[in-house]
């Protein structure tokens, strides 16, 4: 227990002066601190600190108004059919639908949005419709989230192959020269590349230009951008790849339950869903055995759609443009680099360093996403989960682990595959806990803070000083 957190008034308001004049652009944001005032006092009444942006958004009290005065003002059907209230339905739905393509800036409208229940759903869409057979590759970067990783089962009941390719271990980029390699060189019909455009376990951006140079050899994009929209313009006018994932409640934090695929339509004649639903088919019959998929979107959504929330997407969208971009930016990057400054700059009396940085400390290449290890003052790790329970103590949510990222957590501690094997060779289905018993001595895990839209100093300013309770211990 690193013990009770006592803030001065003085010296935090002292820091932040220092701060204000460090970061001049935070100065342009101080409406969010008004903001935070008006739509989220439930924040502060309940005196949390939330870093945990890339887990979940937090959404506005006025996003949850807006939304239950569209339900309670007027009555909604199941949409698709003629009756006055499923066209209601519909229009809503399709509206939203549109305001995501523009939201994306799909400009000549070459997309459809699919809508899902998460980010997770879209990416099993495309797991079970891609032609997987002896003429088809996928490729995905060791960086991914544990649902891009997933796609790799729907593979292996198939004659194709998969590969992943290399992350540097110190930076945590893509190894640039590896995947060349194989970009140009795998030579099949299908071929997809899976690459997230934000980690959401270091946080580093990966380059958004490899979707063109994975397009001059040929093969189809999936970006995984649920870490990377909340903070971040994917504009779809530049940046075209096949496939994109998204959760809205990553966005603006309401409603969970809905993200979106983001389809090319090019890509369309190659996908083959294995089943059909109610609401997927232009035709089915039962006597004759077959069916027709629907056109577009309408094939990718299985039975009702989430009818009563997808308009929210659309509030939601607005809400963000209204605040615009650029401020949510100099806001979140302003406090993640004072964060990332001060936790580099913590030393033990050893003359060890505090923190071990996973990832670049480039700060213009990763997101407001800052990953770490917490070291004591003989250079031990200390334990994540541990560092987690003394950060709950003092209301602190942020995370701890490998955040469903095996593959970045893997890289980072230099994890061999000699190491991890043997764990799933013993036939026991191991629980979680006793996974990271056996992995401890192995793996570094790590502990990740995030910033987003309605962070404010006083959050970077108390997560510093309980970090720096873990000083010459
Ligand atoms: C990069 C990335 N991809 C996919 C997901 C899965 O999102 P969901 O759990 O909303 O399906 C997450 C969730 O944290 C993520 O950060």
């Given at each position: 227990?690193p013990?009770?957190l006592?803030?001065?008034?003085?010296?935090i308001?002292e820091?932040?002066q220092?701060?204000l004049s460090e970061y001049?652009?935070y100065n342009?944001?101080?409406?969010?601190?008004?903001?935070?005032a008006n739509?989220f006092?439930r924040i502060?009444k309940?005196?949390?600190?939330?870093l945990?942006?890339?887990g979940?958004?937090l959404?506005p009290?006025?996003?949850?108004k807006?939304h239950?005065?569209?339900?309670?003002?007027n009555v909604y059907?199941?949409?698709?059919?003629?009756?006055?209230?499923?066209?209601?339905?519909?229009?809503y739905?399709?509206?939203?639908?549109n305001?995501?393509k523009k939201y994306?800036n799909?400009?000549?409208?070459?997309?459809v949005?699919?809508?899902t229940?998460n980010?997770?759903?879209?990416l099993?869409l495309?797991?079970?419709s891609?032609?997987?057979n002896?003429?088809s590759?996928?490729l995905?970067?060791?960086?991914?989230h544990n649902?891009v990783?997933?796609?790799?089962?729907?593979v292996r009941?198939?004659?194709?192959?998969?590969?992943y390719?290399?992350?540097?271990?110190?930076?945590l980029?893509?190894?640039?020269?590896k995947?060349?390699n194989?970009?140009?060189?795998?030579d099949?019909?299908?071929?997809?590349?899976?690459f997230?455009?934000?980690?959401n376990?270091?946080?580093?951006k990966?380059?958004?230009?490899l979707?063109?140079k994975?397009?001059?050899?040929?093969?189809?994009?999936l970006l995984?951008?649920?870490a990377?929209?909340p903070t971040?313009?994917?504009?779809?006018?530049?940046?075209?790849?096949?496939?994109?994932?998204?959760?809205?409640?990553?966005m603006?934090?309401?409603?969970?339950?809905?993200?979106?695929?983001?389809?090319?339509?090019?890509v369309l004649?190659?996908?083959k869903?294995?089943w059909?639903?109610?609401g997927?088919?232009?035709i089915?019959?039962v006597?004759?055995d077959?069916?027709?998929?629907?056109d577009?979107?309408v094939?990718?959504?299985?039975?009702?759609?989430?009818?009563?929330?997808?308009p929210?997407?659309?509030?939601g969208?607005?809400y963000l443009?209204?605040?615009?971009?650029?401020?949510?930016?100099?806001?979140?990057?302003s406090?993640?680099?004072?964060?990332?400054?001060?936790?580099?700059?913590?030393?033990?009396d050893?003359?060890?360093?505090l923190?071990?940085l996973?990832?670049t400390?480039d700060m213009?290449?990763?997101g407001?996403?800052?990953?770490?290890?917490?070291?004591?003052?003989?250079g031990?790790?200390?334990?994540?989960?541990?560092v987690?329970?003394?950060?709950?103590?003092?209301?602190i949510s942020?995370?701890?682990?490998c955040?469903?990222?095996?593959g970045?957590?893997?890289?980072?501690s230099n994890l061999t595959i000699?190491?991890l094997?043997p764990?799933f060779?013993?036939g026991?289905?191991?629980?979680?806990a006793r996974f990271?018993?056996?992995?401890?001595?192995?793996t570094?895990?790590a502990?990740r803070?995030?910033?987003?839209?309605?962070s404010n100093f006083?959050?970077?300013?108390?997560?510093v000083s309980?970090?720096k309770t873990?000083?010459?211990?």
């Amino acid at each position: 227990m690193p013990g009770t957190l006592s803030i001065d008034v003085t010296s935090i308001e002292e820091a932040y002066q220092e701060f204000l004049s460090e970061y001049p652009e935070y100065n342009t944001t101080l409406s969010l601190d008004e903001l935070r005032a008006n739509e989220f006092s439930r924040i502060d009444k309940n005196g949390h600190t939330y870093l945990d942006f890339v887990g979940s958004n937090l959404y506005p009290a006025s996003l949850v108004k807006e939304h239950q005065e569209y339900l309670l003002n007027n009555v909604y059907g199941n949409p698709h059919s003629i009756n006055p209230t499923s066209s209601l339905a519909t229009k809503y739905c399709e509206q939203a639908r549109n305001y995501v393509k523009k939201y994306f800036n799909d400009i000549d409208d070459e997309y459809v949005v699919v809508f899902t229940m998460n980010a997770s759903g879209a990416l099993k869409l495309v797991g079970e419709s891609y032609p997987f057979n002896d003429d088809s590759y996928f490729l995905l970067t060791a960086d991914n989230h544990n649902s891009v990783n997933g796609i790799r089962e729907f593979v292996r009941n198939t004659k194709a192959s998969f590969a992943y390719t290399d992350i540097d271990q110190d930076t945590l980029f893509i190894e640039q020269d590896k995947l060349n390699n194989v970009l140009s060189s795998v030579d099949k019909k299908n071929k997809l590349f899976a690459f997230p455009a934000q980690s959401n376990f270091s946080g580093v951006k990966h380059d958004l230009g490899l979707i063109d140079k994975a397009h001059e050899y040929g093969w189809d994009v999936l970006l995984d951008a649920a870490a990377f929209v909340p903070t971040g313009k994917l504009d779809l006018s530049v940046y075209k790849p096949e496939f994109v994932s998204v959760s809205f409640y990553k966005m603006f934090g309401y409603p969970t339950g809905i993200g979106c695929l983001m389809m090319k339509k090019t890509v369309l004649s190659k996908l083959k869903r294995p089943w059909f639903a109610g609401g997927t088919i232009a035709i089915a019959s039962v006597k004759a055995d077959d069916h027709y998929m629907a056109d577009n979107e309408v094939g990718f959504e299985d039975g009702t759609i989430n009818f009563l929330n997808i308009p929210a997407v659309e509030m939601g969208l607005k809400y963000l443009e209204g605040l615009g971009l650029k401020k949510i930016q100099d806001r979140v990057f302003s406090l993640a680099r004072w964060t990332l400054n001060e936790l580099l700059s913590l030393k033990h009396d050893s003359g060890v360093s505090l923190i071990h940085l996973l990832g670049t400390s480039d700060m213009s290449k990763r997101g407001a996403t800052i990953t770490f290890n917490v070291r004591s003052k003989d250079g031990e790790m200390v334990f994540y989960e541990d560092v987690e329970k003394d950060a709950m103590t003092m209301n602190i949510s942020l995370r701890a682990g490998c955040f469903c990222n095996p593959g970045a957590d893997e890289a980072a501690s230099n994890l061999t595959i000699e190491a991890l094997r043997p764990i799933f060779e013993t036939g026991e289905k191991l629980s979680y806990a006793r996974f990271i018993e056996q992995v401890k001595k192995f793996t570094r895990g790590a502990v990740r803070v995030s910033f987003g839209h309605i962070s404010n100093f006083n959050d970077a300013y108390k997560f510093v000083s309980f970090i720096k309770t873990y000083l010459n211990r």
